[in-house]
């Protein structure tokens, strides 16, 4: 009897697991499900501006605390000399975003607790269109007390070479802001 129910307990989480992964969502336990997190946020548009006040706090349990101090600090000093620094929604760099979507994400390395995912992250300013192409963005990634999150991120197409990761950015504003 108890050799069943271990069985039928076993079976029931296998096929909870596929169900997870067949609607598309990775499990938590997996670095891309911070990205599917923040991308669907990002359509609902329900995150806000990196320069708005509850920014850290809104965005805390998707950003280390590495990133979130890079933002804060190069927010503050391009606000005091004048820098127009980042003037895209921050996950996708796009201009007046009506639709987000993670249109794929693949584990490129994983070693402990550090993860580099290679994704494709597409937009459309317009309401009635539907995402179907995207651009090629580089996530790192940190599990921190057990839970993935986004330590730094660059875009990787061709018009974006000479544009430094979002970290460095906001890390030296003064060399690459405008």
Same mark, same amino acid.
């Given at each position: 009897?108890?050799?069943?129910?271990?069985?039928?307990?076993?079976?029931?989480?296998?096929?909870?697991?596929?169900?997870?992964?067949?609607?598309?969502?990775?499990? =938590?336990? &997996?670095?891309?499900? *911070?990205?599917?997190? #923040?991308? +669907?946020?990002? %359509?609902?548009? @329900?995150?806000?501006?990196?320069?708005?006040?509850?920014?850290?706090?809104?965005?805390?349990?998707?950003?280390?605390?590495?990133?979130?101090?890079?933002?804060?600090?190069?927010?503050?000093?391009?606000?005091?000399?004048?820098?127009?620094?980042?003037?895209?929604?921050?996950?996708?760099?796009?201009?007046?975003?009506?639709?987000?979507?993670?249109?794929?994400?693949?584990?490129?390395?994983? =070693?402990? &607790?550090?993860?580099? *995912?290679?994704?494709? #992250?597409? +937009?459309?300013? %317009?309401?009635? @269109?539907?995402?179907?192409?995207?651009?090629?963005?580089?996530?790192?990634?940190?599990?921190?007390?057990?839970?993935?999150?986004?330590?730094?991120?660059?875009?990787?197409?061709?018009?974006?070479?000479?544009?430094?990761?979002?970290?460095?950015?906001?890390?030296?504003?003064?060399?690459?802001?405008?």
């Amino acid at each position: 009897m108890m050799r069943a129910v271990l069985i039928a307990a076993s079976l029931a989480f296998a096929v909870a697991a596929v169900a997870s992964t067949d609607a598309g969502q990775p499990p =938590a336990s &997996d670095p891309r499900a *911070v990205l599917q997190e #923040v991308i +669907t946020l990002t %359509d609902q548009r @329900a995150l806000p501006s990196w320069s708005d006040r509850d920014f850290p706090a809104k965005l805390r349990p998707y950003l280390t605390d590495g990133l979130l101090a890079a933002v804060a600090k190069g927010g503050k000093i391009a606000a005091a000399k004048g820098i127009n620094l980042y003037d895209g929604e921050f996950f996708t760099g796009s201009q007046d975003v009506a639709h987000a979507k993670l249109i794929s994400a693949e584990i490129a390395k994983l =070693a402990g &607790d550090t993860a580099t *995912v290679q994704a494709v #992250v597409g +937009t459309t300013d %317009d309401p009635a @269109a539907e995402v179907k192409t995207g651009d090629h963005v580089r996530y790192e990634m940190k599990r921190v007390a057990g839970v993935w999150k986004i330590d730094d991120f660059k875009n990787l197409e061709p018009y974006a070479k000479s544009q430094p990761s979002i970290k460095t950015l906001f890390s030296d504003p003064v060399r690459y802001g405008q």
